[in-house]
């Protein structure tokens, strides 16, 4: 048994305990580079692998980062063999790196505490040690560096003498009206400072992104370690996302109009933004494509002649089907290479990336790689964006989640898993052009499936009897991960049944340690991606709007009903998992069918969408998914919140007798906390088992090593207590107290 912060397993936990510590240990891979090719033995080259990767630290509770180097040994065809190159070393306080064009450089940027105070430092590391080493928050020409991968980059010039970055703007000093610190005040001009400012609030981008008010483009000298801060950027923008122009003399970036004001940025590819060009020495600001779109992911090619991006329209659902767009940097003409799919054109259902992989062209600087979801898979995908063809190079592996981390000098770094394999890091080289089917991979770190899980996709297909309603006719698919082998009386497994949030997302077929996790201790996972998921085309997208609450609950429980009629399932065992727009299907259920669900926990649910609408960061959403208009403008009228009422899932809370737990995170910006709450004292009123669990410091997500292993064995063990006893009657159920937990 580790030691350390969680005494909750050590003394709760037992079995469960034993399993998650096992199967979270798996690491993944977040960050890969191909270094120069040099001469190997037998006429083979050699090319330098280094990549990045975290791992849970459950006995110190953070999440431990870690690097890998390996020489991959090409014949001029594959590669043949890759070589470990001595061990694993920890990786502390690094928050972004990037390395130079040539490789001869590499950009870092570290963070360490200083008396009490974070000090963000920008390193240059080259093959003789640290040239040089400058303190971004002595500076003090900037605020916080941006680090996250919605406007945060670190791009380096293709002279290597200047490294761009964004970072918050610069705020004045503050001072109370009534109080004077004379220490602080030492050097410090009375400009420089605003009394009576203090509490003022400042917009920030909603749900991860909360410390993002006002960003601004910089650019470190490298040979000067001076720091500048361009002017010309319209100040209803706000830049992110920035790169280099071919000649180095001005910056590409996106810009977030941010004007009325912000709405939440973070799974939402549907707000307003367009393509800009800054001229460092003039100013100017130079618009490159439409700006009544939002867009995202500018890529340039190898030879510098065309950009590549993503683009979708404005509004509407907050994550569709999108465009892959391609800027001729001469003429400045753009066109559309791959085009939004409604439904399927020759078994391709659409591009849905949340972002181009920073290394995504091909040396030929004609075709592109990006992995996407199709359907229940994330495939690998080569576009030509000359033709406009689109070729998966991954369809029909055992693998069913490949993820490319990068492509350079035509050598594809990928990872991949399935729900029964964890991460794979994988290699290979991309064949010449109409050739890429034949493409050979090569593991270059070894991690095996596990025998005693196996995994199938069940194919969903919904009754045509709903008239008007768009899509009805369109299957969709629910991915189904069980433990081999038949249990002893020959009864079924119980069934853990998980909508996924969103609600436009997806469960891709990749390893969630969690679910397996629950495999391990006897249940079938029945993971359900409802029409209005990603990959199944923007005709099954569309189709959820105006129906949430309908269509979803309807098609979970017909995944539901499938998955008992075709499978050794127990269907008196039966318990839902969910979270978000997830939670809010399962909510949905247990009210709906109360008699079905013997257990239910979720994270984060909505449960009142007319409650929610003033203290969401995406108020839009709650107007576009009743099919509601929305501006900016908008006040809601007395049918808007009948409606949104009605499509909420605490219409039926009369109904439930379902034993509930509720896992939120107070610092959640997307789904309030109080929705929760106000679920809880409800059913608490009604003597239904209901037990909340609040987390000071969590998110949406409720991310972090600690809450991430808390909320699961929470879970884990409610699921395990409820669906272990038969239970009938709700007055059975009843004479369980309520409980609330505080962490």
């Given at each position: ?10 003394e ?11 199967l979270?240990e ?5 960050y ?24 849970p ?29 001595g061990?694993?070393?920890?990786i502390r ?14 950009a ?16 240059v ?8 080493c400058v ?38 000093k ?8 004379r220490s602080?005040q ?19 981008w909603?749900?991860?992104l ?24 319209p100040?209803?923008?706000s ?8 000649n180095?003399?001005?910056?590409v ?13 973070n799974?939402?590819s ?9 001229e ?8 490159l494509?439409s700006?009544c ?6 890529r ?50 659409g591009?849905y ?28 995908l080569?576009v ?7 070729k998966?190079?991954?369809a ?18 990928v990872n ?9 890091l ?9 050739s ?7 593991r ?9 899980l ?14 008007g ?20 009386g ?28 629950l495999c391990?201790l ?10 209005g ?11 959820l ?17 499938l ?10 065992r039966?318990?839902l ?59 809601p009228?007395?049918e808007?919140?009948?409606a949104?009422?009605?499509?909420s ?10 034993p ?8 959640d ?21 209901v ?19 808390d909320?699961?064995?929470?879970c884990?063990q409610?699921i ?15 004479s ?6 505080l962490?």
């Amino acid at each position: 048994m580790r030691q350390g912060g969680f005494s909750l397993f050590q003394e709760r936990g037992g079995p469960i305990d034993a399993v998650y510590q096992e199967l979270s240990e798996f690491p993944s891979v977040t960050y890969a580079r191909v270094g120069a090719g040099f001469a190997g033995c037998g006429g083979n080259k050699c090319f330098p692998l280094y990549t990045e990767w975290c791992q849970p630290d459950l006995g110190s509770c953070r999440q431990l980062r870690f690097s890998r180097q390996h020489v991959l040994h090409h014949d001029g065809r594959a590669v043949v063999s890759v070589t470990p190159v001595g061990v694993p070393a920890e990786i502390r306080d690094q928050l972004l790196v990037q390395v130079s064009p040539t490789g001869r450089l590499k950009a870092v940027l570290t963070h360490h505490l200083e008396r009490g105070q974070k000090q963000e430092v920008l390193e240059v590391w080259s093959s003789s040690g640290r040239v040089i080493c400058v303190n971004l928050t002595e500076l003090d020409e900037h605020g916080r560096v941006y680090t996250d991968g919605q406007f945060g980059c670190l791009a380096w010039s293709s002279s290597e003498t200047r490294i761009l970055y964004v970072a918050e703007r610069k705020r004045p000093k503050v001072q109370p009206l009534f109080f004077q610190d004379r220490s602080s005040q030492e050097g410090e001009k009375p400009s420089e400072t605003r009394k009576g400012e203090q509490f003022v609030y400042y917009d920030n981008w909603g749900e991860m992104l909360s410390d993002n008010s006002v960003p601004v483009l910089c650019v470190l000298d490298v040979e000067t370690k001076e720091i500048s801060v361009p002017g010309g950027i319209p100040g209803h923008l706000s830049p992110g996302q920035a790169l280099w122009s071919p000649n180095d003399k001005g910056v590409v970036f996106v810009g977030w109009w941010h004007e009325p004001f912000r709405l939440g940025l973070n799974a939402c590819s549907n707000r307003r933004s367009a393509l800009f060009l800054l001229e460092l020495l003039g100013g100017s600001c130079e618009l490159l494509s439409s700006d009544c779109q939002a867009v995202s992911s500018p890529r340039l090619s190898p030879d510098g002649t065309h950009l590549l991006y993503l683009e979708g329209p404005v509004f509407g659902p907050h994550r569709q089907c999108l465009k892959l767009q391609m800027l001729n940097w001469q003429t400045k003409f753009t066109h559309t290479v791959v085009d939004v799919v409604r439904t399927a054109t020759d078994g391709f259902w659409g591009i849905y990336s949340g972002a181009l992989p920073l290394l995504c062209w091909a040396m030929d600087s004609r075709r592109v790689l990006l992995s996407t979801p199709q359907r229940s898979r994330k495939e690998l995908l080569v576009v030509d964006t000359k033709l406009g063809s689109v070729k998966c190079i991954t369809a029909g592996t055992p693998e069913g989640c490949w993820t490319l981390l990068g492509i350079q000098q035509d050598l594809l770094v990928v990872n991949c898993s399935s729900p029964s394999c964890p991460p794979v890091l994988k290699v290979g080289v991309l064949p010449p052009a109409g050739s890429e089917q034949e493409l050979q991979w090569m593991r270059a770190v070894e991690t095996s499936a596990l025998p005693d899980l196996k995994w199938k996709i069940l194919t969903v297909q919904p009754p045509v009897t709903e008239e008007g309603i768009p899509c009805a006719d369109l299957a969709f698919e629910a991915l189904l991960l069980r433990p081999r082998g038949s249990r002893p009386g020959g009864r079924g497994c119980p069934l853990v049944v998980s909508p996924h949030g969103g609600p436009h997302a997806a469960f891709g077929a990749c390893w969630r340690p969690t679910m397996a996790c629950l495999c391990r201790l006897g249940f079938a996972v029945l993971m359900v991606n409802y029409r209005g998921s990603l990959g199944f085309g923007q005709a099954s997208i569309e189709s959820l709007i105006s129906r949430v609450g309908i269509q979803d609950v309807e098609d979970t429980q017909l995944a539901v009903e499938l998955a008992l009629q075709s499978e050794p399932l127990d269907p008196n065992r039966i318990a839902l998992l969910g979270g978000s727009h997830g939670g809010f299907v399962c909510c949905h259920l247990i009210g709906r069918y109360p008699t079905m669900y013997k257990a239910c926990a979720v994270r984060s649910p909505v449960v009142n969408m007319a409650t929610l609408l003033g203290t969401s960061d995406i108020p839009d959403w709650r107007y576009t998914s009743l099919g509601l208009p929305y501006c900016f403008e908008r006040i809601p009228s007395e049918e808007d919140l009948v409606a949104m009422l009605l499509h909420s899932p605490i219409i039926h809370a009369a109904k439930v007798c379902t034993p509930l737990l509720l896992c939120v995170g107070a610092k959640d910006r997307r789904v309030s906390p109080y929705q929760a709450l106000e679920y809880y004292r409800v059913l608490q009123a009604r003597g239904i088992p209901v037990r909340l669990l609040w987390y000071p410091e969590g998110n949406h997500t409720l991310s972090g090593v600690q809450t991430e292993a808390d909320f699961f064995m929470n879970c884990a063990q409610w699921i395990m207590k409820h669906l272990s006893v038969e239970t009938t009657t709700g007055g059975q159920q009843a004479s369980e107290k309520a409980e609330l937990s505080l962490f």
